[in-house]
Structure formats: C-alpha cells, structure tokens
C-alpha cells in the first residue's frame, strides 16, 4: 500500500518544536530571531509566498522585518538595503523573494548577504559547506525533502536516486544531501537522453522541473519512492478555475510508488519549516555562540 509522505503534518510538527527553542531564546536573550524577506513589484505568486512565511514566523514567534520595494527599485538601493540588514543585530536571517525583475541582478544581491544571515542556504561560502559536508545553512527546499524522507524511514544507503532538475535552488543541493546520505545519486535534465529509462532505475525519484504530467507511470519502478517538488498553477479551461500540481501524474504514479508526497502538502510545507528552521539555527549561534 503507498505511503503517503505527509510534509503539512511534519513541517506543523517542527513549527511546534521551533516555538518551544524561541521561548527559551528570549527568555535567555531578550529578543526574539528576525527574519528580513525582502520583495520587489508585486507578482501575486511571490506575494503569497511572502504572507505564508510572515503568516508562519508570526505562528513561530519570530520578528518579521521583511521589506516590500517598488518593481523600478535598483540593484544599489536593494544592495544597501542588505548592508544596512548584515548590521542590523536584530535580523538573523535575509531572504530576496524570487523571482525578480529583469533589470535586478538576482546573484549579486545573494552574495551581497552575510552568509551566516543567508536562511535560503544559496551563498557560495554555504553551498561551499555543504558540498564538503560541513556545517551550515542548507537550501530550504531539498532540506525540506531530506527531513520529510528521514521522518518516515526511508532508507538512502546504496538506493539509486534520481533528481530531475540541476538548478542551484533545488537539484544540484538535492543531489548533493543525498549523496551526503550515502545514496548513489545521478542528475537528468533537459538534455538528458531517454529519461524514461533511468528514471525506473531509481529507487529515490525526486524531481524539480516544474512541468505538470512529466513523471508518468511508465517511468516509475514499483515501490520506489517518489518526491515532487514541482509546483504549478493548472486553470481548467471549462470552469476558469485553478489548481496546484506537481510533476507527477498523481492518480496514475500514486498506486505504483512505495511512497509518494502530494501537491500540494507535501515538500512546500516543508520548505517553510526549513526556512523558520534555518533563521532559529543562525539565532541560536549568533547568540549563543
């Protein structure tokens, strides 16, 4: 029978436990962690983003900071901004939502964070950390998915995995936790040729594509274990109503996979508890040293 890898139930379980370490810390330092996100324009995608992780700090007892700029705002003033956030003792995580406009250089604004302020685990110095398997700020996402698999057991030493995707958001950092995990890890994308095949060698299948219906039921082995990290907006054309998908064809992957994590309720839950996770981390150590 599948199990259902159930992110909502875990990631309200880690909020739960993230409320009870911010208690101890203000009571001991005096204030609580802050988190900056900072959005540019008003993409309503990234708009609600940003409410759920105001929403979620506000649940956890953390201060918000966050800052919402005009879409013509530019890379020094945005810059300064960060500056002015790496000082500031009361911020211990910055976040810039993205996507942003195209005049904004994404990238040098990331490097312009102070790494250990960095909750999105993307500085080089962290990603850095994490290839040569130190300790630091992880990216949220694949963090997310490595917590949800350990909660349920699920065994990494010597599976085959799969991730589809290589971006540096989601599938080299992925790729890279598992391999940490000691599963044999191999990457696919867009140029991959006959994905089909390796993707039923896989015993771990995680993909990050964002394409509703790519993983169907000819490309899973049975009883593998199956992550979807895709999310996508899907308006039925008769009613003009949305939805959220994933990668996976659900109904017809779900009664071959051993485990499965729906969409929505599975790994973006879990990438918000990351995300409140890492800024208690990074309160945490530069408190208390």
């Given at each position: 029978?599948?199990?259902?890898?159930?992110?909502?139930?875990?990631?309200?379980?880690?909020?739960?436990?993230?409320?009870?370490?911010?208690?101890?810390?203000q009571?001991?330092?005096?204030?609580?962690?802050?988190?900056?996100?900072?959005?540019?324009?008003?993409?309503?995608?990234?708009?609600?983003?940003?409410?759920?992780?105001?929403?979620?700090?506000?649940?956890?007892g953390?201060?918000?900071?966050?800052?919402?700029?005009?879409?013509?705002?530019?890379?020094?003033?945005?810059?300064?901004?960060?500056?002015?956030?790496?000082?500031?003792?009361?911020?211990?995580?910055?976040?810039?939502?993205?996507?942003?406009?195209?005049?904004?250089?994404?990238?040098?604004?990331?490097?312009?964070?102070?790494?250990?302020k960095?909750?999105?685990?993307?500085?080089?110095?962290?990603?850095?950390?994490?290839?040569?398997?130190?300790?630091?700020?992880?990216?949220?996402?694949?963090?997310?998915?490595?917590?949800?698999?350990?909660?349920?057991?699920?065994?990494?030493?010597?599976?085959?995995?799969?991730?589809?995707?290589?971006?540096?958001?989601?599938?080299?950092?992925?790729?890279?936790?598992?391999?940490?995990?000691?599963?044999?890890?191999?990457?696919?994308?867009?140029?991959?040729?006959?994905?089909?095949?390796?993707?039923?060698?896989?015993?771990?299948?995680?993909?990050?594509?964002?394409k509703?219906?790519?993983?169907?039921?000819?490309?899973?082995?049975?009883?593998?274990?199956?992550?979807?990290?895709?999310?996508?907006?899907?308006?039925?054309l008769?009613?003009?109503?949305?939805?959220?998908?994933?990668?996976?064809?659900?109904?017809?992957?779900?009664?071959?996979?051993?485990?499965?994590?729906?969409?929505?309720?599975?790994?973006?839950?879990?990438?918000?508890?990351m995300?409140?996770?890492?800024?208690?981390?990074?309160?945490?150590?530069?408190?208390?040293?």
């Open positions: 029978m599948t199990q259902t890898l159930d992110g909502k139930a875990l990631a309200e379980k880690i909020q739960t436990q993230l409320i009870t370490q911010v208690t101890a810390g009571s001991q330092w005096g204030r609580p962690p802050g988190l900056a996100v900072l959005m540019v324009g008003d993409n309503p995608a990234s708009a609600a983003y940003v409410r759920n992780k105001e929403r979620a700090c506000t649940k956890v953390i201060a918000s900071f966050g800052r919402h700029f005009p879409a013509h705002v530019t890379q020094a003033e945005l810059t300064a901004v960060i500056h002015e956030l790496n000082g500031d003792d009361r911020v211990d995580g910055i976040l810039v939502q993205l996507p942003l406009p195209s005049h904004l250089n994404g990238v040098a604004l990331l490097h312009e964070i102070d790494p250990d960095d909750v999105d685990g993307l500085h080089p110095l962290n990603m850095g950390r994490l290839m040569r398997d130190e300790r630091g700020l992880r990216s949220c996402t694949p963090a997310g998915v490595m917590r949800l698999l350990k909660e349920y057991e699920i065994p990494f030493v010597g599976k085959e995995a799969l991730v589809i995707g290589r971006s540096i958001l989601v599938g080299k950092p992925m790729a890279l936790m598992l391999l940490a995990a000691n599963a044999t890890v191999q990457i696919a994308h867009g140029k991959t040729q006959d994905l089909e095949t390796l993707a039923r060698r896989a015993d771990i299948l995680v993909s990050a594509v964002g509703p219906g790519l993983i169907t039921a000819a490309m899973v082995k049975p009883g593998a274990v199956v992550v979807d990290v895709g999310i996508n907006r899907v308006v039925n008769d009613t003009g109503k949305a939805r959220l998908v994933g990668d996976v064809d659900y109904g017809a992957v779900a009664p071959l996979a051993g485990a499965i994590t729906p969409v929505p309720g599975g790994i973006g839950p879990m990438t918000v508890a995300l409140l996770e890492n800024t208690v981390l990074s309160y945490q150590e530069r408190l208390g040293g």
